[in-house]
C-alpha cells in the first residue's frame, strides 16, 4: 500500500472539494473533508473496478448513502479516471448541465450507482444490489468459473442511521445474511443542529449486532486499519458488516472542523485559506502530481484486471452457452412477452388474482423477475411458481423475497436490484400503505428504474378495515409523480395487459392498482382494445351516433358504471376505460378525440378524490369521494360514500 | 391480585373476540386471543383509569399499535364499562354506524386514545403521549401536588418493530429517556406470510438495549409475572421499558392457534365451536358473571381513585390559581391570537424566515405549543424564543425538541403530543421529505388533529441541491389528503397571517408551504385582505373594469405574477394570491364569484405539477412544472424548467 499516494489522493478530494463548494457557493464540505481518507483508500486500493468500463457487471458497487456529501464521490471519480466527470463538471458543481450535480444523480456519470441524498435510502438500495448480486451468482456462477464476485459498499453518515428505512433494510440484510455487504459509517458525531447527543446517543454498534451483522470499529484516519477491517469484513462471509470509523467532520478546516457548521455551507473566502494553508494545498482545484500517478498505473491495473474477467466470461460462455444466452437476456432490459390467461365473458376474480396469474405466467418466461411483498404475500396475490423458489440464505436462486413488514425498505431494495444490473423487480403492499415507500418510488421514477409497485386493495371496496386502509388519495398521490406509471385495470383480461404493459415499460416504475374484490369480466366494444388499451384508454361500450355522454371509469367503477349504463336507459352513453390518465393525456389529441370527442359532455366516475379529473369534467360530473372512509362491508360503505351507480345514474340524469 | 377474576376476564375477551370476528365474517382474531390475559390485567389491574370519565386529564394511556387487534380492545373497554363501547357495537363489530369499527378510530369511542392499524405508528405515538406527559408534569406539579402522575403503556407485536417509524421513536424515546412510557411486545412469531424465521430473526431484547431501554421479558400467559414486569419497568424512571411477552397467536383456537392462518380471519363455525369446546364458553358473546362482577367492584374503585385525583386537584388549583388558569387555557383547544409581526412593501424576506418571526410570536403567548424539526432547526427556521427552552432529559419543561433525522417518527410523535391533551405541537422538514412522514400526516387528518407541519424550500427555488430535494408534486400530493389544510403564504405578511390561520384552526393538520428564498412584500389590492384570505385567497391586484383574465398564483409565484403583468403592459389583469385552494373552492359560490368572475379567462401559475388546477384554467393557461426538477442556482433551475415571469406572459398573450 503507497501510503503516501493514499495522503495525496485524500489532499486532492479535499482541495477538488473546497473549491469546487466554494466557487458553487453551494454544497456540503463536511463528509468529503471528513471521510476523505476512505474515500482514497477504496478508490486507490478497495474497489474492483474500471474506470474505462463503468458498466462491467462484475465491478465492485459503491453507493455513496449519505449523498450530500457528493462531492466526495466527483473527486473520487475524477481522480480515479471516470471520464464522466471532468474537471470542468467538478468547477460546474451544482450548475445546469454539468454531471457533478447537487446530490449524486443516476444516469448522469459512470460510477454514480444510485441516486442518493434522501437520507437511509442509499443503504437499504445497498442492500438490494448485494440481494441482485447474490441471485446473479446463484444462477450463472459454476464450480470452475466465478464470474460473479463482487462486493457493494456503502457509506452513511449519523443522518442514514437514523432514518427508519436503513433500520428496516439493516434488520432485513442481517436475516439474510449477506455477507458481501460492507458499509462504512463515517461517525463524526455532529449533524446539522450540532452534536449527535442532542438527538441520538443509541449504541448503533450494538444495534447492528442485535440485527445480526459483524461490527467492526477503527479510525477514518488510519489506511492500514480501513484496510485491515475491510479484510476482515469480506472474511466473514455469512453476515453483512459495518466498519464504525470514528471520524471529524470538515477535517482539515481549522476554524470549522468539528463543528455543524461545515456540514453543508462552503467555507467561505477566509477559511478557504486558513485550510489551504493548513493542508499545504497549493491552488484552485488542485490535484496533487503523486495522485495523478497513482491512478495512472492503478488504471493499467484495473483494465488488466477487468480483461482477465473478460477471459474468463468468454471461457464460462464456451463452455456454458445456454447460461450464456440467458445472461444477455438478463441484461437485455427486455422482457420476453407472456402467454397471458384468457378469460370469458362473466368471470368473476379480482383484479389482484388474476394479477397473480399474469404474474406467474410472466414469471416462467421472464426468470430474471424476483419481488415479493411486505408480509403480505397472499393478500397482495403475488406468490410465484413454485419452481421459482423463495430467495433465502440456503436458496440463493430463489426469486420470491419475503421482505418483511417493511415498506419502505422494500422498494428502496427493489430499486437496488433494479440498479445492480440482469434483474427486474417488483414489490407489493396495500394501495394505503404505498404512503410508507412513497420516498422510494420517487427514487424508482427520477432514476427511470421500471420497479413493478403491485398495490391491492385499492379503494373503499376494501370494506371492513376501515378508514386506514382505504385509499382515497392515493391513486390521485401516484399519477401526479413525474414518470410513474399507473394502471388501473378494470377486469381480468385488462390485468392481464396491465402485466405486459408494466413489463414492456422500462423507462420507470409501474404502479398496479389492483382490487379485493371480484369484479366481473365485461364484453369491450373496441375489437382491438388490446392495442388501444396501450393509449391509456378505450371504448368498452359504444353507442350510435353521437353520444349524449362519455362516461370514463377506471379500475372496479367500469363495472359501476355499467350497471349505470344499464339503468339509465334512455341515454346514448360511450363508457370508456381509462387504465391511465398519464398515458392518455401524452396522446396527440387526434387519437384522444376518437376516444372522447370534443365538445360531448364527460362524466367520471372513480372510488378516490376527484383532482386531476377536473381536465375532462365538470365537477359536478365526477362522481368521486372527497373524505376518509368507512368501516363497512365493501358494499355498505359504497353506499354510505355514495359511490353506486344510482348515484352515477343521477348525475348521468 | 383475583387471579380467577383475570382468567374469566380473559375468556370474557376471547368470547368476545370470536364472536364479533365470525359475525362479522371478517377481523382478525390472532392477537385478542393471543394476548387476552395482558389485556384483562392491564384493564383489571395495571391502568388508573376511570371508564365513567375518558377524558380524565390523568388517566393512563393505552395505545394499541398493532391495531388489527381491535376487539382487544373493544372487548375489554366494554367490559371495564366505558360506555360508548356497547356489546351492540360488539355485535356489530365492523359494520357502517357501530363504534367498534375494523380498526381503532380516535373519536368513536372514549377509551380509544388513538386511531391505530397502520404498523408502527401507534408506538411511535405513544412516546408522544409519554413526551407530553412530562412536559405537562414539569409545568403544573408542585413539590405539594403532584396532579400529572400517568403512564403510557402500548402494545405492539412483530409488525410494529419491523416498521421503520418504531425504530426511529424507540431511539428517540430511550435517548430522551422517557421512563414512564412501558410497551409490551406480544412476540408471538407469526405473521401474515408465516413464521418469523422467514423475515426476522434480529434479537429485538438487544436491540431496545441499544437504544437505551429496559429490556424485561415474560410469559404472556402469567399474571403475577405480567404485575412484576410492570413493577420493574415503572420503578425504573430513567429509561423507557419493553416487556417482551412470549405468547402463542390465537390462544384457545385448538386447530388454528400458533399458525398465520389465525391471525386476520375468522375462525370459521366448526373452529368456534372447537374454540368454545376448548375454553369451556358456553354460548355466543359469551361475558363471565365473575368478569362483570370483578369490574363492577373495580368501576366503584376507580371513581375513589379518580374522586381523589380531583380533590387534589381542586386543593392545587386553590394554591395556584395562576397555574390553574394556564391548565385552563391549555386544555381548552383554542389558540390565543398573537401580536404577528409587522412588514414594509419591498421588504425582501423568506417566508421560512417571517414563519419564524410569526412562530416565535405565538409562541410567546401560547406556551403550549411544542415541536421542532428532523435536525432542520436552521433551514426550516424553527427557532423558539430562548426563555422556551429545548425539552430535555434534564429540561421537561422545554418546548423546543431535537427530534434528530427521523421527520416519520417526529411527526407520529406530535399526534402523540395533541393527542394526549394539554398541549398543541408542530413539525419541520424539507417539503420534500413530507414524502417521508406522510402517513403520520394523514393520521393527523384522520384523528383531526391540529398538528403544524412546516415544510420549507418548498419549490423548484431550491436551486443547487437538485430534483432530490426541490419539490414538483408535493404541493398537489397534500392537498388532496382529505382534512389537510395547505397554506402557502406569498410574502411575508401573507405567512404572518398563515400561522395564525394555523392555530385558529383545531379540527385538522395544517401543512405550511415556505420559501427558501427572499420573497419581496408587495401592496395588496384588497384592503380587507387579512380577512379574505381566510376564504383561501384574495386579489393583490386590481385591474379596472372587467379583467381580460384573473391569474391565480401561490406563494413565490404570486410575485412571479406581479412581474409578468408588469411586462404584459396593456393587458386588463387581476392577480389573485390563493394560499388555500381547498378552502377557496369549498366557499359558497357568491364568494367565490367576487375573486373569479364567472366566464373570465383564468390562467395559473404555480412552481408544481398542475394536477387540480385544470378545475380553475384551461391547460394551456396553466404554468406549472410535469417534471423533476434540476441542480442549479435557483433562477437559473428556474429558467430551464420554464418557470419564468416571461413564460407567464407568453402565456398571458
Known sequence: MNITALEKIALSVRALSIDAIQKANSGHPGLPLGAAELGAILYGELLRHDPSDPAWADRDRFILSAGHGSMFLYSLLHLSGYKDISLDDIKNFRQIGSSAAGHPEYGMAGGIEATSGPLGQGLAMAVGFAVAQTMLAARFNTAQHKIVDHYTYALCGDGCLMEGVSAEASSFAGHHGLGKLIVYYDSNKITIDGSTDIAFTEDVAKRYEAYGWQVLRGSMYNFEEIARLTSQAKAETQKP???????????????????????????????????????????????????????????????????????????????????????????????????????????????????????????????????????????????????????????????????????????????????????????????????????????????????????????????????????????????????????????????????????????????????????????????????????????????????????????????????????????????VSMISRELFESQPAAIRDTIIPPGVRVIVCEAGVRSGWERWAKVEDILSIERFGESGPAAKAAEHLGMTSDALVKIIG
Not at 386502509?469 to 377486469?491: F, K, N, T, W, Y
Not at 404502479?511 to 368498452?540: C, H, M
Request: aromatic fraction near 8%; include cysteine.
Open 241 to 575: 458488516s459495518i466498519i464504525i470509523l470514528s471520524s471529524i467532520i470538515g477535517k482539515g478546516s481549522p476554524n470549522k472542523q468539528n463543528t455543524a457548521d461545515i456540514h453543508g455551507a462552503p467555507l467561505g473566502p477566509d477559511e478557504v485559506a486558513a485550510a489551504r494553508a493548513n493542508l499545504g494545498i497549493p491552488g484552485d482545484f488542485y490535484i496533487a502530481p503523486e495522485a495523478q500517478d497513482f491512478f495512472k498505473a492503478k488504471q493499467t491495473e484495473w483494465k488488466k484486471i477487468r480483461a482477465d474477467w473478460q477471459s474468463l466470461f468468454e471461457a464460462w460462455s464456451k463452455e456454458n452457452p445456454e447460461k450464456r444466452k440467458e445472461w444477455d437476456e438478463f441484461h437485455s432490459g427486455k422482457a420476453a412477452p407472456a402467454n397471458l390467461p384468457a378469460y370469458n365473458e362473466g368471470d368473476k376474480i379480482a383484479t389482484r388474482t388474476a394479477g397473480n396469474k399474469a404474474l406467474q405466467a410472466i414469471t416462467a418466461v421472464n426468470r430474471n423477475l424476483a419481488g415479493g411483498s411486505a408480509d403480505l404475500k397472499g393478500p397482495n396475490a403475488v406468490g410465484l411458481p413454485s419452481d421459482a423458489g423463495t430467495w433465502t440464505k440456503e436458496n440463493r436462486a430463489g426469486r420470491y423475497i419475503h421482505f418483511g413488514i417493511r415498506e419502505f425498505a422494500m422498494a428502496a431494495i427493489c430499486n437496488g436490484i433494479a440498479l445492480h444490473g440482469g434483474f427486474r423487480s417488483f414489490c407489493s403492499t396495500f394501495m394505503v400503505f404505498s404512503d410508507y415507500l412513497r420516498p422510494a418510488l420517487r427514487l424508482s421514477a427520477l432514476m427511470k428504474q421500471p420497479v413493478v409497485y403491485v398495490l391491492t386493495h385499492d379503494s373503499i371496496f376494501v370494506g371492513e378495515d376501515g378508514p386506514t386502509h382505504q385509499p382515497i388519495e392515493h391513486l390521485a398521490s401516484l399519477r401526479i409523480m413525474p414518470g410513474v406509471h399507473v394502471l388501473r385495470p378494470a377486469d381480468a383480461e385488462e390485468t392481464a395487459e396491465a402485466w405486459a404493459m408494466a413489463m414492456e415499460y422500462n423507462q420507470g416504475p409501474t404502479a398496479l392498482a389492483l382490487s379485493r374484490q371480484n369484479l366481473t369480466v365485461f364484453p369491450k366494444a373496441d375489437p382491438e382494445w388490446k392495442n388501444t388499451i396501450r393509449t391509456g384508454a378505450y371504448v368498452v361500450k359504444q353507442t350510435e351516433g353521437e353520444p349524449d355522454a362519455v362516461i370514463i371509469a377506471t379500475g372496479s367503477e367500469v363495472g359501476l358504471a355499467l350497471e349505470a349504463a344499464a339503468k339509465a336507459g334512455g341515454k346514448k352513453l360511450r363508457i
